[in-house]
């Protein structure tokens, strides 16, 4: 019987030091430079770091300061956690696969930015707006298009390492930064996705869910309170065949945003040239809705301003305005939008300039009906029907002079 426990003992006690070295062996590889060159065979394309790890049950670790920066030839991207601790799969690191069950987290941080082409960076405007770009650490800004890479060897597929996250869940959500707009609050994100650099990747049913923050658009202020929730997947696609955008013609997903906003000086971002309009003044809520099932759906974009002021070449309106973007059928993989049901309405309005017709109230609708937008070629095509109290304030706009004795009628 003694022999027993002695025996008992002896096995107990391999087993915690066997348990301790494993560990001790663990804290060891996490604060050595070994594991990050392993999982890093391509820095310039997937990067993976931390400050801070440590372990105090095998497979399960706390990880400070995560960075994981990544790209395509389109796109670049980069997400950051604080504070995270996941469960991972040890014997899958043998065979280059970080498989980590379950994530969560708080403290995340999200940005990405398209990569210009060469046309793009010869385009003022285009090159202004990427300034209001996110920064980040190891790409180059601006950030300009890579060249078409070839499909990757087998001998190359398998110095890459893939990448699994089964089920996260992160508070904090601090940050949303996609080009120039950017959110900045508090959120949820539940999700997982799998990526196997430059050629296999998939986004499991995620949701983003963003608590009243400010989205801005550059330097200029979009709403504020800002609010709503994202949901998405992705199914296993070929990272060649759906570059950048084109991740759009296989989402599934839907989205509910909202907001108010406080002056419409930031759309002077989005309509730029000659002879375009200067926003300024006006105040109101906004809204977005979206829903996509494999890359076709519909959408709609509703905002309802008052005291908005707009300056239009010789002509200033100042008034309410309310109106949608109406998308009853939009298909990314036919590159088509149908407009229909679009409407801008403007409310005690008066126009000031010559040939406006005075101070009096001015009123108008304007329906699209119907209307189609080709995305490929950038054509719009439609039919719109006008609907004012008097022509005064058009005939302004366009420059028409007409003569005195028709000018009352």
Not at 12 to 26: E, K, N, P, S
Not at 247 to 256: D, E, P, R, S, V
Not at 348 to 374: H, I, K, L, Q, S
């Amino acid at each position: 019987m003694k022999r027993g426990l002695v025996a008992g003992i002896v096995l107990l006690a391999l087993l915690v030091a066997g348990f301790v070295t494993l560990i001790a062996a663990t804290n060891v590889l996490l604060s050595t430079s070994w594991l990050r060159r392993q999982i890093n065979a391509e820095p310039d394309h997937t990067f993976i770091d931390y400050t801070e790890a440590s372990s105090r049950w095998p497979g399960r670790i706390h990880l400070r300061g995560v960075f994981v920066r990544s790209r395509d030839t389109g796109v670049e991207w980069l997400a950051t956690i604080e504070d995270a601790r996941i469960d991972v799969d040890l014997p899958a690191l043998r065979s280059k696969r970080f498989h980590v069950r379950t994530l969560t987290g708080s403290g995340f941080a999200f940005r990405l930015r398209e990569r210009l082409t060469p046309k793009e960076l010869d385009t003022p405007s285009t090159l202004a707006r990427a300034k209001d770009n996110p920064p980040i650490a190891g790409f180059a800004d601006p950030p300009v298009a890579g060249p078409p890479r070839p499909e990757p060897s087998k001998e190359e597929l398998e110095k890459l390492w893939k990448i699994h996250i089964g089920r996260l869940s992160l508070l904090g959500v601090k940050e949303i930064w996609v080009d120039d707009f950017h959110y900045q609050g508090s959120g949820t994100l539940t999700g997982g996705f799998f990526l196997w650099p430059q050629h296999e990747g998939e986004v499991y049913p995620a949701k983003l869910t963003l608590a009243p923050g400010t989205l801005d658009l550059g330097k200029k202020n979009v709403a504020g309170p800002f609010h709503g929730t994202v949901e998405a997947r992705v199914p296993h696609f070929q990272v060649a065949e759906y570059p950048a955008n084109e991740i759009w013609k296989i989402m599934t997903g839907k989205a509910a945003l909202s907001g108010e906003t406080h002056d419409l000086v930031f759309a002077n971002t989005l309509v730029k040239g000659p002879g375009a309009p200067r926003f300024g003044q006006g105040k109101g809520p906004l809204a977005l809705a979206l829903s996509l099932e494999d890359g076709a759906g519909s959408a709609a974009f509703e905002f309802d301003f008052a005291h908005a002021g707009v300056q239009l070449d010789k002509v200033r309106l100042n008034g309410s305005v309310r109106g949608a973007l109406n998308v009853p059928a939009l298909d990314f993989r036919r590159g088509v939008a149908e407009l229909s049901g679009t409407f801008l309405e403007l409310k005690d309005v008066v126009a000031e300039g010559e040939g406006t017709g005075g101070p009096r109230a001015w009123w108008g609708r304007f329906d699209v009906a119907p209307a189609r937008f080709d995305m490929k070629g950038s054509r719009l095509a439609g039919h719109l029907a006008a609907k004012c109290r008097d022509a005064r304030p058009l005939f302004a706009l366009f420059d028409v002079a007409l003569p005195g004795w028709a000018r009352g009628l």
